[in-house]
């Protein structure tokens, strides 16, 4: 994978592909980030998926301003600084219980003990979704995923809409304080949020709020328990954590790519990429372009490698950043607490989700003793 | 060149209400942003911002995704 991005890179900042309707590909670090960084050319409001079939529905990445900014907005409220700050106690204490459960049983899948169940329980603090809903989501998503590339946004989400929606009859019918009853009597700047939109935001951070961690998560444990002697410098330096995360973050890019569409005639590198192309932003290849990252491969953590693209740039940039961020860190130091990881047999890899999503499916990791 | 007053500054402005801890300031001007890993939110290191950064500035206001910081000349 990471050597065919390599090839792509070397064969051009420009590509073009006839497929699937035809899209250009950029893979170089400067190129993908001015592309994001300029969002008024390179447009979303023709979906993020190539190809992109039926209507793009996505809240929010399937939207341009003004619209756009106040579906953000109203999503950002779920991942407040603030609110992050005050949700590390829940963090700490959730990453403790299932470090410690995974310990206990001499190890195993850390996807299914570990980075899985993360997010799906910080799904239910943040969000306000229930246990029972949260246990479903992972299969209703891998189903998703499956379909999404013949099917339009709404078919292929019928089942996560269903569990959706009656989260919202719950929250409406009960008493509850939580994200979900402060998203359905938002107002956008001149009206009320309807509920196909609130449905479809909570369907976003449904997926989106899982899917991405979980892969990163397993990539951690996995990349850690590979590496004798970056975990040694974890261990010897715990507080070195956040530049650990950051080269997972990298290296591992969990969502490898996302679309845009010109709004007109744009030259990148003396090719004219025409006005109403679909390009294909890759972020995985460029955060491994030697221009940017020297030695791109190599796992460095005293390298800058916040400036990575793992999160996208600009104002389509991912809202759960920040949350993400703190949840490897304490992951990691909670790690360091206990006898080291080993790998306990190869890693499992399957087609990136819905054509964007990468991470092992499944890393079998033991203690030592 | 410019006739520019030698003694114009860059500042920078913080709307820590809007800042959502995405760091893009860091990673444009490290020497003017970092983030306060108790709160999530940047911090401004230096003000007024020496005289080689403006440009580093410049890309931090503008990558901004909260719109959260504003450069003022005086």
């Known amino acids: 994978m990471w050597t065919a991005y390599q090839r792509l890179r070397e064969s051009g900042r420009v590509l073009h592909s006839s497929a699937r309707g035809g899209f250009y590909v950029l ?14 050319t390179f447009v979303s409001g023709k979906g993020h998926r190539i190809p992109m079939v039926g209507t793009p529905r996505a809240i929010p990445i399937d939207y341009d301003p003004p619209i756009h900014t106040e579906y953000r907005k109203i999503m ?12 590390e106690p829940f963090l700490r204490e959730t990453i403790a219980r299932l470090v410690a459960a995974y310990h206990a049983a001499g190890g195993g899948d850390a996807v299914a003990a570990v980075t899985l169940p993360l997010p799906l329980a910080v799904l ?4 306000g979704f229930s246990p029972v809903t949260v246990s479903q989501l992972r299969t209703l998503t891998a189903a998703m995923w499956a379909q999404v590339k013949e099917t339009d946004y709404d078919e292929a989400r019928r089942d996560l809409r269903e569990v959706v929606d009656g989260e919202i009859r719950r929250h409406r019918s009960e008493d509850l304080d939580d994200y979900i009853t402060a998203l359905l009597s938002t107002t956008l700047e001149s009206r009320p949020i309807t509920d196909d939109e609130a449905a479809r935001v909570l369907i976003t951070l449904a997926i989106a709020g899982h899917e991405t961690t979980m892969n990163s998560a397993a990539s951690l444990m996995w990349l850690l328990a590979a590496d004798s002697d970056l975990q040694d410098e974890l261990r010897a330096a715990p507080e070195r954590a956040p530049q650990f995360v950051e080269e997972v973050l990298r290296l591992r890019t969990p969502a490898q790519h996302f679309a845009r569409t010109t709004a007109r005639d744009v030259v990148v590198d003396d090719v004219l990429i025409p006005a109403g192309s679909r390009v294909l932003l890759s972020y995985a290849a460029a955060n491994r372009d030697p221009d940017a990252f020297p030695e791109p491969d190599r796992f460095d953590t005293s390298r800058a490698s916040r400036a990575h693209l793992t999160f996208g740039w ?9 949350l993400a961020r703190v949840e490897l860190r304490i992951l990691l130091e909670t ?7 080993i790998l306990d047999g190869d890693p499992t890899f399957e087609p990136p989700h819905g054509g964007i999503h990468y ?9 030592e003793a | ?11 920078v402005e913080l709307d820590e209400t809007l800042c959502n801890g995405f760091g ?3 990673v444009a001007a490290a020497e003017v942003f970092d983030l306060d890993p108790a709160t999530n939110v940047a911090v401004i290191t230096q003000n007024p911002v020496p005289d080689d950064l403006g440009d580093a500035v410049t890309d931090a206001e503008a990558d901004c995704p909260m719109r959260a910081i504003r450069l003022r000349r005086q």
Request: glycine letters at 4%; aromatic letters at 6%.
């Open chain 1, 124 to 127: 239910t603090e943040i969000v």
């Open chain 2, 1 to 11: 060149m410019t006739n520019r007053n030698d003694d114009t500054k860059v500042w």
């Open chain 1, 314 to 322: 600009g104002i389509h940039q991912c809202i759960g950043a920040t």
């Open chain 1, 27 to 40: 893979t170089h670090f400067d190129d993908v980030k001015a592309a994001l960084r300029d969002s008024a």
């Open chain 2, 24 to 26: 893009n300031c860091v």
């Open chain 1, 76 to 87: 950002i409220q779920a991942l407040t600084p603030a609110r992050i700050s005050a949700m």
């Open chain 1, 359 to 367: 991470g092992p499916h499944a890393v079998p990791l033991r203690f």
């Open chain 1, 335 to 341: 790690l360091c607490q206990y006898p080291r990881l």
